[in-house]
C-alpha cells in the first residue's frame, strides 16, 4: 500500500509483518529468495523525504534521496566529498540511481548463513546459533562479536556516515528522535543480533552532518574487495583530519567490513591528534586500528590489511594541498 504521509506510513510499519519499501534494491532479493515474507508492504517512496539541504553548515539528506543523486549534488560534492565517494564506491550505477539512502543504512547483511537456507542464524532465527562461527567466516567480522552473531554491516555509506559524526532522525509515534550510527547499530545480544535498533513502525526521515565541511579538503574513502567491479567491502576506511601549523588537531577513522556496524576506530583517532601528518604517524595509528581485534579462524588476514588500509587512506589526506 502507498502511504502519503510520514506519520501514515509509520501507523502502517506497526502492523505485524509489515515493511517499508522504497528503492527496493535489498527487500525485493530477500522476498524473491524467501529470507523473508512480508504480510503487508508499506510503499514511501513518494513520500516528501528527499531533499538535499545545505545551510548553516548542516547539510540534511532525506531518506528516500537516491543515493546517485546524492552522490551528484553540489553541496555534497564539495562540502561532503567523503560521502560522495562512499556512495560512488558503492553498487553499481543503476542501483545507485535506484537506492535511497535509509534502504543503504538498513539493508541487511551480506552473511552466506544468514542469505542462505538451512544453517543456524540468530539474525534469521533468533537463538538458533550462529554458523558461521565455525563454518565460513572469511568476511565475518574483527570487532564487537561474541557467540551470537559475526555477520558485518554492508553500506559504505554508513561508514563515511559514522567517520562524520552523523545523527539519523527517525519518526515514531508521532515524535522525532536523533540517533548516532552506534545507537542505530546494537551489538549482537544474548541470543540474538537485531540488524538495527528501530521498532516496529520507526521510519528513518533524514540523515543531518553538522560542521563535516571543515575536513572537506582531507577526506576520503578507501574500498579493499575482492574483484575490482562491484563487490562488497573486505575492508573499508573512511578517514578526515584537520592540519593546523603543521600538527593534526583532528582525525576521524571508521572502518568497514570489520563488525556489525561502522567501526569508529578511536584509539587511531586518538594516538593521531598532536603528532604530525608522517607516514610514521599514519603507521601507528594502523597499528592502534588493531586494538580489540578478536579474528577467526579463516578471517585474520583482515588484521593486517585494516592497518595496511588505514595508513594508506592516511597517506593520501595528510600530505601537502
Known sequence: MRTSTVDAACVEGITPGAMFLAGGTDLLQLWKTGVISPE???????????????????????????LGDVARQPDVVRHHPLIAEAILASASGQVRNLATVGGNLLQRTRCPYFR???PACNKRKAGSGCAAIDGENRHAGLFGAGATCVATNASDLAVALAALDADVVVRAHGRERRLTLEELYPLPADASAPDSSLEAGALITRVEIVGGARFALRSTYLKVRDRASFEFAVVSVAAALRIENG??????????????????????????????????????????????????????????????????ALETVGGAT
Open 116 to 118: 542462505g537456507a538451512g
Open 247 to 312: 600538527m593534526i588537531v583532528e582525525a576521524r577513522l571508521a572502518a568497514g567490513g570489520v563488525a556489525h556496524r561502522p567501526w569508529r576506530l578511536r584509539h587511531s583517532e586518538a594516538a593521531l591528534v598532536g603528532a604530525p601528518p608522517t607516514s610514521e604517524s599514519f603507521a601507528a595509528a594502523g597499528a592502534h586500528a588493531m586494538a580489540d581485534a578478536t579474528p577467526l579462524a579463516q578471517n585474520a588476514f583482515k588484521i593486517p590489511l585494516l592497518r595496511n588500509a588505514v595508513a594508506r
Open 40 to 66: 503487508q508492504v508499506v510503499d514511501i517512496s513518494r513520500l516528501a523525504l528527499a531533499d538535499v539541504n545545505y545551510a548553516d553548515g548542516v547539510l540534511s539528506i532525506g531518506a528516500v534521496a537516491r
